[in-house]
């Protein structure tokens, strides 16, 4: 298959498994780009990246998911614009995006871009078909969906599953994306809103699960501002 899916990874402090996304990524059919956002890490994030195939750029300090994104969106038009290793690089392509954390079963997202280069959907949202809840109580993922459903009439199965791929057209059409944890959140609603179609996709994906110490419990809290925060700006 001619190369036309940019593999986008947002990673902080990842360094135990980056480096198996990355090599999962790659072998994703049709993707010939990966691309690796260090996003203010202070372990090996980044040269485990490189290490493993992925093209890096590093932020110097955190500036947050949806700042990693749009860095590794651009790099990527950057890469099609100077003609990427490939024959085909120079063909826009369609932007898949992987958390850090999935390790090798990020080599099971290739469905999420099936719908999108058939043009039958503008945006997908993977669903883990694995929906066992580990630690949590579903606070932050029901604000969201509510959220989500009041603005729009629809209300998605996962709404803040970070596994999305989308076109390029759609992800311009959302910028700029919600700062801090509102970012799935505030683009579901922004392309909704502009008519776009989305399509979810069950996919056999698997990250690293949050606990419930307190660390988990203070890294929910600020989802929870997140999404409050980009449903509030949408009202």
Known sequence: MPGDLGVVIPARNEADRVGATVLAAASIPGADIVVVVDDGSTDGTAAVAEAAGARVVRHARNRGKAAALETGAE????????????????????????????????AAAGPLAEPVRQGTADMTIAVFSDRVRRGGFGVVTAASGSGIARATGWRPAQPLNGQRCLTRAAFEAALPLAPGWGIETGLTIDLLRQGMRITEVEVPLAHRATGNDWRSQLHRARQLVGVARALAVRR
């Open 75 to 106: 790099i990527i038009r950057l890469l099609e614009s100077v003609g990427a290793p490939g024959p085909d690089a120079a063909v826009p392509h369609y932007l898949l995006f992987l958390d850090a954390d999935l390790g090798q079963s990020a």
